[in-house]
């Protein structure tokens, strides 16, 4: 079992840059791939990122291709989303999520953090 923690939201200009944090405490961090979803107003939880438990592979959702970046520090027990060229369009909740395997599905993952507020304005 693991607990996870985010970090890092805020209120940012469009064009603007965001780093999230996602710290694990728990179980052995290492063994669990981990995602980043956001959840809009109205809207459904979508995946945004995706980081294999070595940190080898990563999946992006379309619209985040090219300005996010996922990483992970296993030594810190915490995985990164670097955001980057902000849209309004990115305002959500970020929620930080961990399985054994990645998946582009909520469904698929067992522990989820609390969620952090990105709010982007235009």
């Known amino acids: 079992q693991v607990q996870l923690v985010e970090s890092g939201g805020g209120l940012v200009q469009a064009g603007g840059s965001l780093r999230l944090s996602c710290t694990a405490s728990g179980d052995t961090f290492s063994i669990y791939g981990l995602g980043w979803f956001r959840q809009a107003p109205g809207k459904e939880r979508e995946f945004v990122a995706a980081i294999s438990r070595g940190g080898v592979s990563t999946t992006y959702a379309n619209s985040v291709k090219g300005r996010f970046t996922i990483s992970r520090d296993n030594s810190r027990n915490t995985v990164y989303l670097q955001m980057n060229s902000l849209k309004p369009e990115d305002t959500a909740v970020y929620y930080c999520?961990?399985?054994?395997?990645?998946?582009?599905?909520?469904?698929?993952?067992?522990?989820w953090g609390q969620g952090t507020q990105v709010t982007v304005s235009s």
């Open positions: 999520a961990a399985d054994k395997f990645t998946s582009i599905y909520p469904r698929n993952y067992k522990y």
